[in-house]
């Protein structure tokens, strides 16, 4: 399958001269639609033809010397000189940065590597076929790559997922622990850096047959994009075919035309009372923003809050147990994620929704 939509993109590439966002979209229309972009490109880049259609590379020019000199804002001009090469060699280049998880910027001729954590419209619409009854999983903060994971409970939550014959998981963000985040982190954690998480996770993270992992990035995902420029979210979603990267922060999924989900992972901290912040969140928001059903990360919470300004809202949960800072903090830590039963009816307008949420009360020290 991959050989044959691998040739038929380089016949369409090489041979038409077909733009790169018309090749994705007959590409997948053609051999279906969980193919990526990045695989798209980087199928035709190691293709043979790729240098014979082109120029052949200057020697001077590399990913890593191109992310040096895009430390600081460049003019597209000014980087064709330096390195030699023509302006869609160096576009091609900058393309595969952005598909190894840079944020690189181009705006008015200029590029630079991007350090702040920019804010996006993440609008994502599911294929609906009818169904009346939608399950779905959600889990959020699984802190991967902290010492106090529980990879071993999130492989059950997924377990469980295939038992209830679920084919969907929404994670919440903060699915790694991320990288300088406060004095004294690096002592907490096993995996240093952004590259050594993004691989930790797309070699550890559950895998089953038939579930599809759609998740948003939180703050100590972010660490990576503030410390290097770097986006784990694009890594993650490159590698594994079964995790879908819906973007930073937030992003709305319309699981049918009239029945929509946010996924938030916002910045304040934990309150008082458990429904609090979930409260003055939903109070911010005006009529034509509000979601159907409403899924808060970061809290490391658990809570449903049915029919809230006519939202059902929840606060998503953990998979880290209760860290050393937390407990200085007393703050607790509800482990544990969420199987969801959502009723709409022909039109796909939502008529009920009930939450399951799995707990773990023991969790499992140094589970790395």
């Known amino acids: ?31 279906g639609s969980e193919i990526k972009d990045s695989a798209i490109r980087g199928r035709l880049r190691n293709h043979p033809r790729y240098k014979q259609n082109d120029e052949v590379m200057a020697s001077t020019i590399t990913n890593s010397n191109l992310l040096e000199m895009l430390k600081k804002e460049r003019s597209v001009d000014e980087l064709i000189e330096k390195f030699n090469v023509s302006k869609k060699i160096l576009l091609a280049y900058v393309e595969d940065l952005k598909d190894s998880g840079y944020q690189i910027v181009e705006a008015n001729g200029m590029i630079k590597l991007c350090n702040m954590v920019l804010q996006e419209d993440n609008t994502h619409v599911n294929k609906w076929t009818g169904e009346r009854i939608i399950k779905f999983g959600v889990v959020s903060d699984t802190h991967i790559c902290s010492k106090d994971q529980q990879l071993t409970e999130l492989e059950k939550f997924y377990d469980v997922l295939v038992q209830e014959e679920i084919d969907t998981c929404y994670h919440a963000g903060d699915i790694t622990e991320g990288v300088n985040m406060r004095m004294g982190h690096e002592y907490e954690i096993f995996k240093h850096g952004v590259d050594d998480q993004a691989e930790y996770v797309i070699k550890k993270y559950p895998l089953r047959a038939g579930i599809c992992t759609k998740f948003i990035t939180g703050n100590h995902d972010h660490s990576g994009i503030k410390s290097a420029g770097t986006d784990i979210g694009l890594r993650i979603g490159r590698d594994r075919e079964d995790m879908v990267y819906l973007g930073k922060q937030s992003a709305r999924v319309m699981i049918t035309p009239n029945c929509s989900l946010d996924l938030v992972h916002p910045l304040d901290g934990a309150s008082y009372a458990l429904s609090y912040s979930t ?50 903090k007393r703050l607790a830590a509800h482990v544990g994620g969420w199987v969801v039963t959502v009723h709409v009816d022909a039109d796909g307008t939502i008529t009920r929704c009930s939450g399951e949420f799995i707990p773990v009360y023991k969790t499992i020290k140094d589970d790395y």
């Open 1 to 31: 399958m991959t050989i044959m939509w691998t040739e038929r993109a380089a016949t369409l590439k090489f041979d038409n001269n077909i733009s790169w966002n018309d090749l994705y979209d007959t590409i997948r229309k053609e051999f």
């Open 279 to 328: 409260q003055k969140y939903i109070d911010s928001l005006s009529g034509g923003q509000k979601p159907n059903i409403l899924f808060i990360g970061h809290h490391h919470k658990a809570m449903y809050l049915p029919e809230y300004r006519n939202i059902h809202a929840f606060e998503a949960g953990t998979f880290q147990a209760q860290t050393a800072w937390m407990r200085g």
